[in-house]
């Protein structure tokens, strides 16, 4: 079983929806994070967090750690949202350095 | 931009070969994470250099190793090159240490075995 999982593994939607992606994870964790990938390969961060909700743009990710789940949240999604999006955990046992677990990714289709 | 600079872009090489792919951080962070990420396996932590100094290991094969100089710029070494290397090669810096800080990535090095 993957420390780290992701629903869904692929989603299309149209222009101007709501989106949400989840992610669950069976680790301990000093962070989570929400990565970007667009096609051409390059990875963006968008968010770390430990705790709560930010938000930025756009996006919104929350975390909960009691039940071991975060969800990122696009709002009036855009074509130019079309990416994967990968969340990645730090874990917090011991011998881990702050690098990451990550989960499959969730591609990410918006049609105009 | 995030900074982190990777070269070369692209590599092809046939099996049995070695082959050295070179990261510099952003100015000012000490940790050079290296990762891969494959159609099969997904991205993978491989090693992880904080100031010169190995820190951690994850699925590196003993086939490949890593260094990372007193400039701060990583090298990943990949020797005896098998068709299942193939993969994109990232590596990622942070300000480092042992508190989580954010990961900024480079552009990343595409590896075609042949």
């Known amino acids: 079983k993957n420390e780290v999982e992701q629903s869904p593994q692929n989603l299309t939607a149209q222009e101007g929806e709501f989106i949400t992606i989840n992610c669950s994870y069976s680790?301990?964790?000093?962070?989570l994070h929400w990565l970007q990938q667009h096609p051409g390969g390059g990875i963006v961060s968008l968010f770390m967090l430990s705790s709560g909700k930010k938000k930025h743009g756009r996006l919104i990710a929350t975390i909960n750690i009691q039940e071991k789940h975060s969800s990122l949240h696009i709002t009036a999604s855009h074509p130019r949202d079309s990416a994967v999006y990968i969340c990645?955990?730090?874990?917090?046992?011991?011998?881990?350095?702050?690098?990451?677990?990550f989960g499959k990714g969730t591609k990410l289709s918006v049609k105009p | 931009d995030s900074g982190v600079t990777q070269t070369p872009k692209h590599l092809i090489t046939a099996t049995g070969q070695r082959v050295t792919l070179r990261c510099s951080p952003r100015s000012g962070d000490l940790s050079v994470y290296w990762y891969q990420q494959s159609l099969d396996q997904g991205l993978q932590f491989l090693i992880h250099y904080y100031n010169g100094e190995e820190r951690a290991k994850g699925n590196i094969l003993e086939r490949f190793s890593a260094q990372q100089f007193p400039d701060l710029h990583s090298e990943l070494n990949l020797s005896s090159l098998e068709l299942g290397d193939s993969a994109l090669y990232f590596c990622?810096?942070?300000?480092?240490?042992?508190?989580?800080?954010?990961?900024?990535f480079g552009p990343g090095t595409r590896l075609t075995v042949t």
């Open positions: 680790v301990g964790i000093s962070a």
């Open positions: 990622a810096s942070s300000v480092g240490g042992r508190a989580v800080y954010e990961q900024y």
């Open positions: 990645a955990v730090t874990p917090n046992y011991g011998g881990s350095q702050g690098n990451l677990i």
